[in-house]
């Protein structure tokens, strides 16, 4: 996980927000800065964005069997008529899948629950990573469902439908919390210096490079980045929430193919992309194919890949050093 960031810069003149608050599970921090516009404006603006990220995960978690996302899994029609957030989150998953060849599948909500993740995290639950990696099966690479369930979910977001096999459960996972972030980022308006982190995804507007602190999993000092301009940066990790569950050492990053916790020899995958969500994708993607094509996919954009053996691969690209 992202574990901060450079404190936006201030003048007397300058407005400056800086709100802190939990949602989603995890600590969310909204910061800007602005010369040209007054101090209650930007306070205004960090304030709706922080009402939204609120409203916007009420609406798509699967902890909840009030939010909408759990609502549509319960609905017994194949059409059903979705929200425009709960749409924009089904295509950004969606799109998530087809880019990762279906590595990110989100309807592996119900492989969840039966790995032991039914309820939001709770960190009483944590196990040591050693633990975990002395208990794990052979690694290898991850490989997507023959099932490719995820392909006959449809939305439409013109005509705000959802079409899917009636009763299916889907779990929107990091790449709704990316998306979040990207909105809440796009609420502040026009600003000098700005970002959103949501527990470590990055959505951030910056005129130059910025200083970023990765928590390092085995426990090390922490993991120094550096972006070069506006950007998103995301860390998938299976050292954060992993538990013993039913069947053994696990976590919350499955292999589709066998709808099992994935154990691939990468522990924890940080990638950059242009938004947020699209990090989300290429941090996720690059942990569940395993170090060799994991390392060729943030070579793009940059990323880091940390590897159960403790081993630290650094990849500059484009928006990440």
Not at 42 to 55: G, K, N, S, T, Y
Not at 94 to 100: D, H, Q, T
Not at 253 to 276: E, Y
């Amino acid at each position: 996980m992202i574990a901060g960031t450079a404190h936006p810069s201030a003048r007397a003149a300058t407005a400056t927000v800086d709100h802190r608050f939990r949602a989603m599970g995890c600590d969310v921090r909204i910061a800007a800065t602005s010369a040209d516009r007054p101090q209650v404006e930007l306070d205004d603006a960090a304030r709706r964005a922080e009402q939204f990220v609120h409203a916007a995960a009420a609406r798509l978690t699967r902890f909840d069997p009030a939010s909408e996302l759990r609502q549509l899994g319960a609905r017994p029609h194949r059409t059903i008529s979705v929200s425009p957030m709960l749409g924009h989150a089904l295509h950004v998953a969606l799109e998530a899948a087809r880019a990762s060849g279906g590595l990110l599948d989100p309807t592996l909500a119900a492989p969840l629950v039966s790995a032991g993740y039914a309820d939001d995290w709770d960190h009483e639950r944590r196990v040591d990573l050693s633990t975990l990696l002395a208990l794990a099966p052979p690694r290898q690479p991850a490989s997507p469902s023959p099932r490719a369930a995820w392909a006959d979910v449809t939305v439409d977001r013109a005509a705000g439908t959802v079409e899917r096999a009636a009763g299916l459960q889907l779990d929107l996972g990091a790449t709704a919390k990316g998306l979040i972030a990207d909105l809440a980022l796009r609420m502040l308006g026009a600003v000098d210096t700005g970002f959103v982190d949501a527990g470590g995804d990055l959505a951030m507007a910056t005129p130059g490079g910025q200083e970023l602190h990765a928590a390092d999993p085995f426990g090390r000092p922490d993991l120094t980045l550096r972006t070069t301009g506006p950007c998103g940066v995301a860390t998938s990790s299976i050292a954060g929430r992993c538990w013993l569950g039913p069947a053994g050492p696990a976590h919350h990053l499955l292999d589709p193919s066998t709808g099992q916790p994935a154990f691939t020899g990468v522990v924890q995958a940080t990638a950059a992309g242009p938004t947020t969500a699209e990090a989300e994708r290429l941090a996720g993607q690059a942990l569940l194919s395993g170090p060799e094509v994991g390392a060729t996919l943030l070579t793009r954009f940059g990323g880091l890949l940390v590897l159960d053996d403790s081993t630290t691969i650094r990849l500059p690209g484009a928006l990440l050093q």
